[in-house]
């Protein structure tokens, strides 16, 4: 009998390699999972500062299953269970209503992909309009509270951050305004004394008032420490009388005399508790 031939060797032609097929692949369980997954985390992401940390995590729980050598006892399913490691770090970092708004615009991508699939993504319109706002409402609420939270927090900072002597409040304020430097004088300054700065000098906000300042001081002289006038003791405290200084000439006779506190009598601390108006040129 003829023997058959064998395969043939050498350069023959090789079988076609099994060609990807991606609906097969996204309606298997574990690519579904996988999709659904990395779908979900970058929708997250975002609302999440774009933080590496949570993919990090994934990386190295993914690393670990497979030094454990667990990848395969789980068949398959490790990378879908580091990308749900990262989608958990990715919620713990944000909130529900970012959940809501990230899994609208899941909703409303399914829709435009499936087109024409109009109910959908008119369902993913609305959820993402609703979800907005909500999501809106509530980092607007986080930020007020923050503000808030802020400046009850201010201060106990001006306590530790006054000057270490009354004589020295004005001058750090002359210094901080010729240097166009806001922060040694809206440490100095108590809300009432601050919001009296603003108003005085119609600003928005201490460091504009003070740039303010700055411009309209420029070009003055300096004025040596020791010639300065000293503080004099009141019932609520001391009082400087800076209205031959630069102080009155760039923020106005309004505010030309200085009221000086302690502000703690535990801490050699001293800050400006507001302002007076000079006295009137001829009375007595």
Do not use: Y
Request: hydrophobic share 50%; charged share 15%.
């Amino acid at each position: 009998m003829p023997v058959p031939p064998g395969p043939a060797s050498g350069n023959g032609p090789r079988p076609p390699r099994p060609r990807f097929d991606w609906r097969r692949f996204s309606r298997s369980p574990r690519g579904a999972a996988g999709l659904a997954v990395m779908a979900a985390a970058l929708l997250l992401w975002p609302f999440a500062g774009f933080s590496w940390i949570p993919w990090l995590i994934g990386i190295a729980a993914l690393v670990v299953l497979r030094l454990l050598r667990l990848d395969g006892l789980l068949r398959g399913w490790d990378i879908p269970l580091a990308g749900l490691a990262v989608v958990v770090g990715l919620m713990v970092s944000t909130g529900p209503w970012a959940w809501a708004l990230a899994a609208s615009i899941g909703v409303l991508l399914a829709g435009l992909a499936q087109l024409p699939w109009w109910r959908l993504a008119a369902v993913g319109a609305v959820l993402c309009v609703v979800s907005g706002i909500g999501f809106g409402l509530s980092f607007h609420q986080d930020r007020v509270e923050l503000e808030q939270t802020q400046a009850r927090a201010g201060d106990p900072m001006r306590v530790q951050l006054g000057e270490t002597r009354a004589a020295r409040v004005l001058p750090a304020l002359l210094s901080a305004v010729q240097q166009d430097d806001a922060a040694p004088v809206c440490r100095l300054l108590t809300p009432q004394a601050e919001a009296q700065l603003i108003g005085a000098v119609r600003t928005a906000s201490c460091p504009d008032a003070v740039a303010e300042l700055h411009r309209r001081a420029s070009g003055a002289p300096g004025q040596d420490e020791k010639s300065l006038p000293q503080p004099q003791p009141s019932a609520d405290g001391w009082v400087v009388d800076a209205c031959s200084t630069a102080w009155s000439s760039a923020a106005g006779r309004e505010l030309g005399r200085i009221l000086i506190m302690q502000t703690d009598p535990s801490v050699q601390r001293f800050a400006v508790r507001g302002f007076a108006p000079c006295a009137v040129l001829g009375a007595p």
